[in-house]
């Protein structure tokens, strides 16, 4: 029998609050309301709350005492979660779901306890790529204590979603800010996570582009129980979306967020040579299966052969890292960036038809293909999670 024992690095010890009484509609760099600037500070700026904090209201005896049930709220929710990760990027369709599902799936076959909490609420991608086609027909429910209960695909996997509270898979959420940070605080503070498993050794937290109400909402309401492990940075190679994702390490900076490592994804796309298209360049037309007629017959060999391809002219090129993850040297692309903001490079994700196909099933491609170089790479992804973010796991008989 396994047990694991549940441990909490990024947490402070004991009842300390800090931060606690910041508002979720704040802006990004909050002095927090109790400070001497409150309200009065460059960085509060066009906050929604600008003049409550400069007249005090925030330091209200029943202010504070609100402030203080709600980090307790989310301490209690997250009190068996050993670690809080996001994955993250300024750009959209760069695969932060697939990211997030495939490092729940890789983890998951490796023996730990993992949720994947979905705060995309706009667009929920996450529980598709976790459950299949079953998704469509789960619904969340409340345990005997009132505690939302997660859907689970395999005994050691959970998800919520807000994808799993709509009467239509197709109905467009259209929120404003207040009622999306409303539903991240219910799914902070009134999820039971405990399952089979007592509990999860890791809650990856995808989220939606850029840095808006869903990523500052989820960092304050986190960081006010101290409860934020690091962050998974996810990006294509190409400049347009770097330029997005050095936004987002700089919301990591000033949020306090540890980036854990960023994740070039697509830049390359690595299929089989049987399932290539090949075009005759003076007509135009498909001579697909006389190409590989001809290879069946005369090199049969070839055809289980991996073919990789760059999709970017900037994808970024092979290089050494240290033991940190950390690379030296004057490199453009992902890698240079992760030079630039001086966190490590986790690697390369191929785009691999079969990946696609994997998350479109909801199944764990680090078992569909175990030995393709995306399996490795997943697999690579979550070793150094792992040993990043160490759970005690005891083995008892």
Request: contains cysteine.
């Amino acid at each position: 029998m396994e047990t694991k024992n549940k441990t909490s690095e990024t947490q402070t010890p004991g009842n300390a609050i800090t931060h606690s009484d910041t508002p979720t509609n704040a802006n990004a760099e909050c002095v927090g309301p109790s400070s001497e600037s409150a309200g009065k500070a460059s960085s509060c700026e066009g906050c929604p709350n600008q003049a409550a904090c400069g007249s005090a209201a925030f330091n209200s005896p029943e202010a504070t005492a609100k402030a203080n049930a709600e980090v307790q709220a989310i301490r209690s929710c997250l009190a068996n979660v050993s670690h809080v990760v996001l994955v993250l990027s300024g750009k959209g369709g760069v695969g932060k779901s697939t990211i997030a599902a495939q490092l729940c799936h890789t983890l998951a076959t490796q023996g730990y306890a993992v949720g994947l909490l979905d705060v995309d609420l706009c667009g929920p991608s996450a529980p598709r790529m976790v459950l299949g086609d079953d998704c469509v027909a789960q619904t969340i429910h409340k345990s005997g204590s009132g505690a939302w209960t997660p859907v689970y695909s395999v005994h050691n996997v959970a998800v919520m979603s807000i994808s799993f509270m709509l009467q239509d898979s197709n109905q467009a959420v259209v929120w404003r800010g207040p009622r999306k940070n409303s539903l991240i605080e219910q799914f902070l503070t009134q999820v039971d996570w405990t399952g089979e498993t007592d509990g999860l050794d890791y809650l990856i937290v995808d989220t939606p582009p850029g840095t808006s109400d869903e990523h500052i909402s989820t960092v304050q309401y986190l960081q006010k129980a101290n409860a934020v492990s690091g962050a998974v940075v996810v990006t294509t190679p190409e400049e347009v979306s770097l330029a997005d994702v050095r936004k987002e390490l700089n919301f990591c900076q000033k949020t306090k967020v540890p980036v854990l490592g960023i994740v070039e994804n697509m830049g390359q796309l690595q299929t089989t040579i049987s399932k290539l298209k090949f075009t005759d360049p003076t007509t135009g037309q498909d001579c697909s299966e006389q190409i590989l007629a001809v290879l069946r017959e005369k090199c049969p060999e070839v055809l289980s052969c991996d073919v990789t391809s760059e999709l970017f002219a900037s994808a970024s090129p092979p290089v050494e890292t240290t033991a940190d993850g950390l690379i030296g040297g004057a490199i453009g692309g992902a890698v240079g960036m992760a030079q630039a903001y001086q966190v490590p490079f986790w690697g390369r994700l191929p785009l691999d038809p079969d990946l696609l196909l994997a998350c479109e099933q909801g199944r764990p491609f680090v078992q569909v293909k175990p030995n393709s170089v995306a399996s490795q790479a997943l697999k690579d992804f979550s070793q150094k999670l792992v040993s990043r973010l160490p759970v005690d796991m005891e083995m008892q008989s």
